[in-house]
Nanobody, 112 residues
Framework: VQLVESGGGLVQPGGSLRLSCAAS????????MNWARQALGKGLGRVST????????TDAGSVKGRFTISRDNAKNTVYLRMNSLKPEDTAVYYC??????RGPGTQVTVSS
């Protein structure tokens, strides 16, 4: 299993980013996928989940209405569109499989 996140960076409060996660080594199109994040000194927390065909998504309360998870099964890629970013969204963002595999992560920093 290989997961590689990209798209992180430094953004001002209120800005937007789109994260991508390229997956390989498992049956991506039949797998639920998740985005999770870990802020400095805190534990890993789930952000968003998407089912295998992309029709069902769930989001943590702190990001509901601002973040959107999506996927392209033809490209084995899952995305996280993040709008109206806040300083408290600063964290390393990981994509994860339901079985617990995760990538190296991508840093998102929200600061003026």
């Amino acid at each position: 299993v290989q997961l590689v996140e990209s798209g992180g960076g430094l953004v001002q409060p209120g800005g937007s980013l789109r994260l991508s996660c390229a997956a390989s080594g498992f049956s991506f199109s039949t797998s639920y996928m998740n985005w999770a994040r870990q802020a400095l000194g805190k534990g890993l927390g789930r952000v968003s989940t998407i089912n295998s065909d992309g029709r069902i998504t769930t989001d943590a309360g702190s990001v509901k209405g601002r973040f959107t998870i999506s996927r392209d099964n033809a490209k084995n890629t899952v995305y996280l569109r993040m709008n109206s970013l806040k300083p408290e969204d600063t964290a390393v963002y990981y994509c994860r499989t339901d079985s617990g595999y995760r990538g190296p992560g991508t840093q998102v920093t929200v600061s003026s």
